[in-house]
Structure formats: C-alpha cells, structure tokens
C-alpha cells in the first residue's frame, strides 16, 4: 500500500457547488496532513494544514481529518473556475521530515 | 518577502551531459528539501536539508545524484551523465526548522529538465 493514496480523477464540479477530494494513508505516516494546489506548470502552493481529528476551516476550504478510518478530505464550498487545478495531498512520514504525495486530483469547475 | 527561487526555470541538454540545479530558500529557512516530479511518478522527495547537512537521502535515485548545501542557505543538486529518465520537474521547498512551527514546505517555482 502506498502511503498515501488519492483517487485522480478528473473531477468535474459545476461552479458554485462544493468539490470534495479524498485521500487515504497508511500507518507508516505521521499525523501532519497538507493540501496542496498545483495549477498547470506551476509548483504546488499550499492550502490547509491539519494535525488533529476533526475539521479545519479556512475561507471556502475545510479540511476534515478521520484518524480512526485514515481518511482526509478537503471540501471547498462555492466553488469558481479559479479553483480548477490538480489538488495534492500530503503527509509527513514517521520519524521523518520529508512529505509523501498522493497522485493528485485534477478538479474542474464547470461555469 | 521573498519566496524559494530556482535557477534555471528551463534546462535543455543532451544525454551524458552533467547539470547543476540551483535552490535559494526563503530567509530564515534552516530546512531545505529537493522534490522531482515526472508524469508517471508523481511527486517523490529526494534529499532534506537541516542547515548544511543531510540526515536523509534516502530518495536520490543513484549515485549519479548528489547535493550540497553551503552557509545554511544555497543548494545546488547535481546529476552527472544526464539519462533521459532523468527528464522531470525539479523541486525545491525550504521550511522553518524541525520543531519550530509552522512546518510548511514551501515550494520554489522549480527547474524544468529536458534530457534528449
């Protein structure tokens, strides 16, 4: 199993809806989750951070982390065209510093 | 202030070819870490930075690749006798140190590397 493992879509959402991209881990990560955005041919940019069960909101975006199912998720609520990039999720490794990524999601919002 | 820089954005050479990446981290920024990412392989770490040393290297992908790091501040990563598997997106993301939050990574614009 990967450690960290994302469903790559694409994701097609029309706009003002919310989009909710996923991502599940393995137990050789630590408990330090973070979404990145990458719009195409440009680096990855952060978006949320989140170390504790439950939710994190920030703006339009919340991150929701599920210790007991090993799942993280990140909703983003009214969702605009700007939003269509291919979203990241990362986590750091045990006893590490270096991040691990999932595949990404690519998102699109439809006008 | 300033962001991670990279130099160069684009870098074109020829098979067996050494190259020389630059990273410059925002100020401040004791941890530095170099990331390559390709179309089929995602997004994969290669080597950590704490000031001028490297705890973990864990992900260069041969001997071919080293880095090094001086004054706590630049780095450069070198590849020697360029492949064409080579070809891919280099990263480079510096942080606060370990321990001290918040302990984003964030990421310069990266080098864009073509083997032919």
């Known amino acids: 199993q990967k450690e960290v493992e994302q469903n790559s879509g694409p994701l097609s959402v029309p706009e003002g809806a919310i989009a909710s991209l996923n991502c599940t881990y393995s137990d050789r990560v630590s408990q330090s989750f973070f979404w990145y955005r990458q719009y195409s041919g440009k680096s990855p940019e952060l978006i949320m951070s989140?170390?504790?069960?439950g939710d994190k909101e920030d703006g339009r975006f919340t991150a929701q982390l599920n210790k007991a199912s090993q799942y993280v998720s990140l909703l983003i609520r009214d969702s605009q065209p700007s939003d269509s990039a291919t979203y990241l999720c990362?986590?750091?490794?045990?006893?590490?510093?270096?991040?691990?990524f999932g595949q990404g999601t690519r998102l699109t919002i439809n006008p | 202030g300033a962001g991670v820089s990279q130099s160069p954005s684009n870098k074109v050479t020829e098979k067996g070819k050494d190259v020389e990446l630059r990273c410059d981290p925002i100020s401040g920024h004791t941890a530095l870490y170099w990331y390559r990412q390709s179309l089929g392989q995602g997004l994969e770490f290669l080597i950590y930075f704490q000031g001028n040393s490297a705890p973990d290297k864990s992900g260069l992908p041969s001997d071919r690749f080293s880095a090094e790091r001086t004054g706590g501040s630049v780095s450069t990563l070198t590849i020697q006798r360029t492949q064409q598997e080579d070809s891919a997106v280099y990263l480079c993301?510096?942080?606060?140190?370990?321990?001290?939050?918040?302990?984003?990574?964030?990421f310069g614009p990266g080098t864009r590397l073509t083997v032919l």
């Open positions: 993301a510096s942080s606060l140190p370990p321990g001290l939050p918040p302990d984003t990574q964030y």
């Open positions: 990362a986590a750091r490794i045990q006893g590490a510093q270096k991040l691990v």
């Open positions: 989140i170390y504790s069960n």
